[in-house]
């Protein structure tokens, strides 16, 4: 027979193919249909001696297009055509994945044994890293369907440690399907309902509808048997509605037995019975005769239920014979299990008895496949790297981000206390420039106004006493001002500084080296300056040298406003783990106002000339500096009631 010589492939056509190539599958079926059409009628009458590449690309997506429609004869003369032709051009790895599609079609038919035995030689002999993905995951479904379920297991974790490896998230939505159905013959639906709904998220993200359909019918059966009804019905009609516009008729059996199903978990026979017989009428004009054999016994069951046992008998028998062609083990179980039911119900218990002993013996058989302990360490053992990798990336993220948070810690404290110390020297300044404004411009400018009266002669002699004496009361009052700002600045520029050096020291030594100071100034105002320590060593952990500049202000507070006659008190006594150091006065006080203004560092300037007070600068300074060591200071004071200071130190 004279061959025919075919038009070559135009220019035109190229690009009409590729503008629809690939609105075949995941696109609404009447779009589907026109475009095969079109790709049929091109590929069987032009020449694409030029574009071999291109016509091997057509041919699988026909060929794929076929097989996910139920056409199962025509997808295997395609890809029967696919291996003569890559065989002939020398295309091995075209050849491969042709025998590995014509062994699906071999697995819809439900001869998977065959199946899998073909796409486990594939693999020997290697392949591209996407055919052997499409390879793990086909074995995977094969060994899941017929009930090993461990080897399924390890197949899709097989797949997934292969994509996680080569950075293929896009392939990941098979294994994890197949995953979730291990993980529901195993009797664990929430792990199988969330390993689906992973499954069904990704499948949107990625614009497969197919396979988001597929999920969805599958997450109806696992929230039906974790008892949600409600969600479960959602997901079933939901993956019936995508199937209507996305799927060709022969997709519907599916979605309308799992209806069924769920109508029979919910009680409601009568419309369960309706969706089976939608489902089983598509079966049985299609060529997947591992749904007809199951919807076959659904419908037995429902019979059964209803008390019909003649026809639950005549479907069981229909699936007996499928399920025999087909050597399905989960099949045998369920015909097995529910002839023996439906005979001990009409109390044939003979047959019953064979059934019951047929179940037994098919049980037996296959109990060394359901090992779920091998099974649970195959994916812990998978987890267990995975996890163990990222734990030591962490760890070492972890360690670098300690190093840094440490010096940005160090740094950042250094930092703080700079700003601190800053704010402080700033307000410090600010008081003391406040003072100075305030309390020291007014008397000097009385002693220069007298002394300019006195060098005119414009005084009369008897007034001139009087003046020298105001002068030297102003004059004293100034220099107390002053000595008591630069004790406060003194103070400040102590206690500011980093190093405070905090040891274990004697504090009586302490004060009485303070006291000592003090104690003929007390005795010139005719004021009673006593002492009580509790015991004659007493020792705190303080800065030797801080602790006495905060004792020197205090006890020269002390001195200063109280007035002749009066008395002041030390006492050092412990409390419990703490030192406790008091100052009691007689003096005139502190009103309530001008207290809360002290406890808060900001009674700054004099209140009243009147009564001699100071500015209250060291106050703060004091508290701030006795913080250093970790101690604390309280004051306690009433106008003309005295003044009680108390410093708890750290023993």
């Known amino acids: 027979m004279k061959n025919i010589k075919y038009p070559r492939l135009s220019e035109t056509e190229i690009a009409e193919l590729n503008s629809i190539k690939n609105m075949l599958i995941d696109v609404p079926q009447s779009v589907a249909i026109e475009n095969y059409a079109k790709i049929t009628e091109l590929v069987n009458n032009r020449d694409f001696g030029q574009h071999r590449e291109f016509y091997i690309e057509l041919m699988f997506l026909l060929g794929e297009y076929n097989g996910r429609n139920e056409y199962i004869p025509d997808a295997q003369e395609i890809f029967k055509r696919l291996m003569i032709y890559s065989t002939k051009h020398k295309l091995t790895d075209h050849m491969l994945r042709a025998k590995a599609n014509y062994a699906i079609t071999k697995a819809q038919t439900g001869h998977f044994h065959e199946a899998i035995d073909e796409w486990k030689g594939i693999l020997e002999h290697g392949c591209p890293l996407k055919t052997r993905l499409n390879l793990l995951n086909n074995i995977c479904v094969g060994y899941g369907t017929l009930g090993e379920y461990s080897k399924s297991i390890d197949y899709a974790f097989q797949a997934i440690e292969t994509m996680d490896a080569n950075s293929l998230p896009e392939m990941k939505l098979s294994p994890l399907i197949n995953l979730g159905s291990a993980y529901d013959k195993l009797g664990d639906s929430e792990k199988a309902f969330n390993t689906w709904l992973e499954a069904y998220n990704l499948a949107v993200a990625t614009g497969q509808i197919r396979r988001a359909c597929e999920c969805c019918s599958n997450l109806s059966m696992a929230c039906n048997v974790l008892g949600d009804t409600t969600q479960a019905m959602k997901y079933a009609k939901q993956c019936l509605q995508i199937g209507k516009d996305y799927l060709h008729e022969q ?176 307000e410090t300044l600010n008081r003391v420039i406040s003072v100075i404004s305030h309390d020291l411009r007014a008397p000097l400018a009385n002693i220069a106004k007298l002394t300019e009266l006195i060098l005119e002669s414009s005084v009369k002699k008897e007034d001139i006493h009087e003046m020298l004496q105001d002068l030297c009361y102003s004059s004293r009052d100034i220099y107390e001002l002053i000595d008591e700002m630069l004790d406060g600045i003194r103070l400040q520029r102590r206690s500011l500084d980093a190093a405070t050096m905090v040891a274990e020291q004697d504090v009586i030594t302490i004060l009485n080296s303070i006291v000592s100071i003090y104690r003929p100034l007390a005795q010139k105002k005719f004021i009673f300056l006593d002492c009580l320590y509790e015991e004659k060593y007493m020792p705190a952990r303080v800065d030797s040298d801080l602790l006495k500049i905060v004792i020197r202000n205090l006890l020269n507070n ?69 913080k250093k060591m970790n101690a604390k200071l309280e004051i306690e004071s009433e106008p003309a009631l005295g003044t009680k200071i108390r410093i708890t130190l750290p023993r």
């Open 558 to 626: 002390a001195v200063k406003f109280t007035p002749e006659k009066g008395k002041i008190m030390i006492s050092a006594v412990y409390n419990n783990n703490q030192l406790v150091i008091s100052i009691n006065d007689s003096g005139i006080g502190i009103s309530p106002k001008v207290l809360k203004q002290i406890q808060k560092g900001r009674a700054l300037q004099r209140i009243d000339s009147s009564t001699n007070q100071g500015i209250g600068l060291g106050f703060a300074l004091c508290r701030a500096s006795l």
């Open 251 to 426: 997709g519907f059996g599916h979605p309308y037995n799992n209806l069924g199903f769920i109508y029979e978990s919910a009680g409601n026979l009568d419309e369960a019975l309706k969706y089976y017989c939608k489902a089983k009428d598509i079966f049985d004009n299609g060529f997947d005769k591992q749904g007809s054999a199951n919807c076959q016994i659904n419908i037995a069951s429902i019979y059964q239920k209803k008390g019909d046992y003649k026809m639950a008998v005549y479907y069981l028998s229909q699936a007996e014979t499928l399920a025999e062609e087909l050597d399905i083990p989960i099949l045998h179980n369920r015909v097995c299990t529910l002839f023996a039911e439906t005979y001990a119900k009409l109390e044939r218990w003979e047959d019953a008895y064979k059934y019951q002993n047929k179940l037994a013996n098919i049980l037996s058989s296959t109990l060394e496949e359901h090992v779920q302990n091998s099974i649970t360490k195959i994916e812990a053992e998978f987890y267990r790297q995975k996890i163990a990798n990222q734990a030591e990336q962490y760890r070492l993220q972890n360690v670098e981000l300690t190093k840094k948070n440490k010096i940005i810690s160090t740094k950042t404290k250094e930092l703080t206390q700079t700003n601190r110390n800053l704010t402080d020297t700033v």
